[in-house]
Protein backbone atom coordinates (compact mmCIF):
# COMPACT_ATOMS: atom_id res chain seq x y z
CA UNK A 1 0.00 0.00 0.00
CA UNK A 2 1.37 3.25 -1.21
CA UNK A 3 1.46 6.33 1.29
CA UNK A 4 -1.38 8.08 -0.62
CA UNK A 5 -3.99 5.25 -0.08
CA UNK A 6 -2.73 4.51 3.52
CA UNK A 7 -3.50 8.40 4.25
CA UNK A 8 -7.28 7.85 2.45
CA UNK A 9 -7.63 4.85 4.64
CA UNK A 10 -6.93 6.38 7.79
CA UNK A 11 -8.14 9.38 7.48
CA UNK A 12 -11.95 7.61 6.81
CA UNK A 13 -11.91 5.27 9.57
CA UNK A 14 -10.60 8.29 11.96
CA UNK A 15 -13.50 10.07 10.27
CA UNK A 16 -15.58 7.96 11.86
CA UNK A 17 -14.92 8.54 15.50
CA UNK A 18 -14.71 12.30 15.05
CA UNK A 19 -10.46 12.33 15.16
CA UNK A 20 -8.21 13.90 13.44
CA UNK A 21 -4.61 13.31 13.47
CA UNK A 22 -1.52 15.38 11.25
CA UNK A 23 0.03 15.10 8.22
CA UNK A 24 3.08 13.69 10.00
CA UNK A 25 1.72 11.40 12.58
CA UNK A 26 0.18 9.24 9.67
CA UNK A 27 3.64 9.21 7.99
CA UNK A 28 4.76 8.03 11.34
CA UNK A 29 1.94 5.34 11.27
CA UNK A 30 2.06 4.29 7.55
CA UNK A 31 6.36 4.08 8.61
CA UNK A 32 5.09 1.98 11.81
CA UNK A 33 2.72 -0.16 9.84
CA UNK A 34 5.44 -1.16 6.87
CA UNK A 35 7.60 -1.71 9.80
CA UNK A 36 5.60 -4.17 11.73
CA UNK A 37 4.37 -6.31 8.03
CA UNK A 38 8.02 -6.95 7.29
CA UNK A 39 8.97 -8.15 11.04
CA UNK A 40 6.10 -10.25 11.21
CA UNK A 41 7.26 -12.37 8.27
CA UNK A 42 10.18 -13.68 10.30
CA UNK A 43 8.85 -12.71 14.01
CA UNK A 44 5.31 -13.69 14.84
CA UNK A 45 3.88 -9.95 16.24
CA UNK A 46 0.47 -10.25 15.13
CA UNK A 47 -2.33 -12.48 13.45
CA UNK A 48 -3.56 -9.35 11.59
CA UNK A 49 -1.59 -8.97 7.98
CA UNK A 50 -4.54 -7.21 5.90
CA UNK A 51 -3.08 -3.15 5.82
CA UNK A 52 -6.59 -2.36 5.84
CA UNK A 53 -6.90 -4.23 9.08
CA UNK A 54 -3.98 -3.02 10.97
CA UNK A 55 -5.18 0.84 10.09
CA UNK A 56 -8.65 0.17 11.75
CA UNK A 57 -7.85 -2.82 14.51
CA UNK A 58 -4.36 -1.47 15.62
CA UNK A 59 -4.49 1.74 14.87
CA UNK A 60 -7.94 3.31 15.25
CA UNK A 61 -8.93 1.09 17.94
CA UNK A 62 -5.93 2.43 19.67
CA UNK A 63 -6.13 6.08 19.20
CA UNK A 64 -9.98 6.41 20.11
CA UNK A 65 -8.84 6.89 23.44
CA UNK A 66 -6.03 10.08 22.65
CA UNK A 67 -7.91 12.29 24.21
CA UNK A 68 -9.03 10.30 27.54
CA UNK A 69 -5.37 10.32 28.89
CA UNK A 70 -2.55 12.45 29.82
CA UNK A 71 0.42 12.48 31.70
CA UNK A 72 2.14 9.42 33.01
CA UNK A 73 1.27 6.37 31.28
CA UNK A 74 2.30 2.80 31.46
CA UNK A 75 0.91 0.40 28.95
CA UNK A 76 0.41 -3.11 30.04
CA UNK A 77 0.98 -6.22 27.82
CA UNK A 78 1.58 -4.42 24.52
CA UNK A 79 2.60 -6.76 22.55
CA UNK A 80 3.58 -4.99 19.28
CA UNK A 81 3.01 -1.77 21.27
CA UNK A 82 -0.81 -1.20 20.89
CA UNK A 83 -2.44 1.07 22.21
CA UNK A 84 0.72 2.30 24.01
CA UNK A 85 2.84 3.58 20.62
CA UNK A 86 0.02 4.84 18.70
CA UNK A 87 -1.44 6.85 21.59
CA UNK A 88 2.39 8.26 21.92
CA UNK A 89 2.78 9.20 17.93
CA UNK A 90 -0.26 11.26 17.84
CA UNK A 91 -0.41 12.35 21.81
CA UNK A 92 3.19 13.84 22.58
CA UNK A 93 2.86 14.79 25.85
CA UNK A 94 2.22 12.07 27.42
CA UNK A 95 5.29 10.07 29.04
CA UNK A 96 5.05 6.57 28.08
CA UNK A 97 6.27 3.15 29.96
CA UNK A 98 5.17 0.29 27.87
CA UNK A 99 5.92 -3.24 29.07
CA UNK A 100 5.64 -6.61 27.71
CA UNK A 101 6.83 -10.65 29.44
CA UNK A 102 7.75 -11.23 25.51
CA UNK A 103 11.63 -10.83 24.81
CA UNK A 104 10.63 -10.50 20.61
CA UNK A 105 7.86 -8.18 20.97
CA UNK A 106 9.93 -5.84 23.02
CA UNK A 107 12.69 -5.87 20.92
CA UNK A 108 10.74 -4.64 18.08
CA UNK A 109 9.35 -1.74 19.88
CA UNK A 110 13.10 -0.94 20.39
CA UNK A 111 14.00 -1.13 16.53
CA UNK A 112 10.30 0.57 15.69
CA UNK A 113 10.72 3.34 18.50
CA UNK A 114 14.29 3.81 17.05
CA UNK A 115 13.21 4.13 13.64
CA UNK A 116 10.68 6.56 13.95
CA UNK A 117 12.69 8.59 16.67
CA UNK A 118 9.98 8.47 19.63
CA UNK A 119 11.16 10.33 22.29
CA UNK A 120 10.31 10.00 26.38
CA UNK A 121 9.48 6.48 25.77
CA UNK A 122 10.65 3.56 27.55
CA UNK A 123 10.08 -0.49 26.38
CA UNK A 124 10.88 -2.85 29.51
CA UNK A 125 10.86 -6.62 29.12
CA UNK A 126 9.35 -7.72 32.28
CA UNK A 127 5.88 -9.61 33.62
CA UNK A 128 3.64 -6.75 35.25
CA UNK A 129 3.76 -9.05 38.61
CA UNK A 130 7.82 -8.22 38.91
CA UNK A 131 7.69 -4.33 37.56
CA UNK A 132 4.92 -3.65 40.71
CA UNK A 133 7.79 -4.63 43.17
CA UNK A 134 9.48 -1.34 41.94
CA UNK A 135 8.81 2.06 43.76
CA UNK A 136 9.91 4.25 40.32
CA UNK A 137 6.51 2.05 38.90
CA UNK A 138 4.41 0.80 41.85
CA UNK A 139 1.45 3.71 42.09
CA UNK A 140 3.16 6.45 39.77
CA UNK A 141 1.25 6.24 37.26
CA UNK A 142 -1.62 8.59 35.67
CA UNK A 143 -3.26 6.31 33.25
CA UNK A 144 -2.69 2.58 32.99
CA UNK A 145 -3.53 0.97 29.41
CA UNK A 146 -4.16 -2.13 28.18
CA UNK A 147 -5.67 -3.75 25.19
CA UNK A 148 -6.97 -7.56 24.51
CA UNK A 149 -4.41 -8.95 27.98
CA UNK A 150 -6.57 -11.15 29.83
CA UNK A 151 -9.95 -11.19 31.32
CA UNK A 152 -10.76 -8.43 33.53
CA UNK A 153 -10.78 -9.97 36.90
CA UNK A 154 -6.93 -10.93 36.15
CA UNK A 155 -5.82 -7.84 34.09
CA UNK A 156 -7.21 -5.37 36.92
CA UNK A 157 -4.32 -7.19 39.26
CA UNK A 158 -1.73 -6.36 36.75
CA UNK A 159 -3.19 -2.96 36.37
CA UNK A 160 -3.93 -1.19 39.38
CA UNK A 161 -1.23 -1.22 41.35
CA UNK A 162 0.49 0.65 38.79
CA UNK A 163 -2.15 3.66 38.89
CA UNK A 164 -1.91 6.69 41.69
CA UNK A 165 -4.41 7.15 43.95
CA UNK A 166 -7.00 9.35 41.73
CA UNK A 167 -5.54 8.13 38.55
CA UNK A 168 -7.53 5.80 35.88
CA UNK A 169 -7.10 2.29 34.48
CA UNK A 170 -8.54 2.53 30.63
CA UNK A 171 -8.84 -1.48 29.34
CA UNK A 172 -9.75 -2.12 25.68
CA UNK A 173 -12.19 -4.87 25.23
CA UNK A 174 -14.70 -5.89 22.62
CA UNK A 175 -18.10 -6.36 22.42
CA UNK A 176 -20.69 -7.56 25.07
CA UNK A 177 -18.61 -7.60 28.12
CA UNK A 178 -21.20 -7.61 31.29
CA UNK A 179 -20.63 -10.29 32.15
CA UNK A 180 -16.43 -10.03 32.52
CA UNK A 181 -17.33 -7.13 34.37
CA UNK A 182 -19.52 -8.12 36.57
CA UNK A 183 -17.22 -10.82 37.60
CA UNK A 184 -14.31 -8.40 38.38
CA UNK A 185 -16.42 -5.96 41.00
CA UNK A 186 -14.97 -7.89 43.96
CA UNK A 187 -11.56 -7.94 42.39
CA UNK A 188 -11.34 -4.24 41.49
CA UNK A 189 -12.98 -3.20 45.00
CA UNK A 190 -10.35 -5.58 46.77
CA UNK A 191 -7.51 -3.54 44.71
CA UNK A 192 -8.73 -0.19 44.97
CA UNK A 193 -10.40 0.82 42.29
CA UNK A 194 -14.03 1.59 41.27
CA UNK A 195 -15.63 1.48 37.82
CA UNK A 196 -16.34 5.04 36.59
CA UNK A 197 -17.30 4.40 33.40
CA UNK A 198 -18.08 1.52 30.48
CA UNK A 199 -18.57 2.70 27.06
CA UNK A 200 -19.63 0.39 24.40
CA UNK A 201 -19.01 2.22 20.54
CA UNK A 202 -18.11 1.57 17.33
CA UNK A 203 -14.98 2.18 15.34
CA UNK A 204 -16.56 1.00 12.00
CA UNK A 205 -20.01 0.05 11.06
CA UNK A 206 -19.26 -3.72 11.82
CA UNK A 207 -16.87 -2.70 14.50
CA UNK A 208 -17.94 -2.65 18.03
CA UNK A 209 -15.49 -2.22 21.29
CA UNK A 210 -15.97 -1.47 24.76
CA UNK A 211 -14.16 1.08 27.20
CA UNK A 212 -14.06 0.49 31.20
CA UNK A 213 -12.91 3.09 32.57
CA UNK A 214 -11.63 2.45 36.76
CA UNK A 215 -10.33 5.36 38.93
CA UNK A 216 -8.19 4.57 41.79
CA UNK A 217 -9.56 5.49 45.16
CA UNK A 218 -7.21 4.36 47.95
CA UNK A 219 -3.66 2.31 48.11
CA UNK A 220 -3.41 -1.04 47.17
CA UNK A 221 -2.33 -3.58 49.19
CA UNK A 222 1.37 -4.42 48.81
CA UNK A 223 0.85 -8.64 48.33
CA UNK A 224 -0.60 -7.36 44.69
CA UNK A 225 -0.32 -8.63 42.67
CA UNK A 226 0.53 -12.16 43.40
CA UNK A 227 3.48 -13.35 41.97
CA UNK A 228 4.14 -16.93 39.65
CA UNK A 229 1.05 -16.18 37.10
CA UNK A 230 -1.32 -16.44 40.30
CA UNK A 231 -3.30 -13.87 39.15
CA UNK A 232 -4.14 -16.02 35.89
CA UNK A 233 -4.37 -19.24 37.27
CA UNK A 234 -6.15 -18.16 40.13
CA UNK A 235 -8.24 -14.85 40.20
CA UNK A 236 -9.36 -12.72 42.54
CA UNK A 237 -12.83 -14.00 43.37
Given amino acids: MEFSEFEKNIDND ?68 FPGIPLKIVNREISLCSIDSVGKKVNFQKELINRLNINDIETIHIRAEDLADDLKYRENFDFVVSRAVANLTTLVEYMLPFVKVNGKCICLKG ?63
Fill in 175 to 237: PNAEEEINNAKKAIKILGGEIEEVKEYKIAEDTTRTIIIISKKSNCSKEYPRKMGKPLKSPLE
Fill in 14 to 81: LNYINIQISKENKEKLYEYMSFLIDYNKKVNLTAIKDEKEIILKHFVDSIFIKNMIKGRVIDIGSGAG
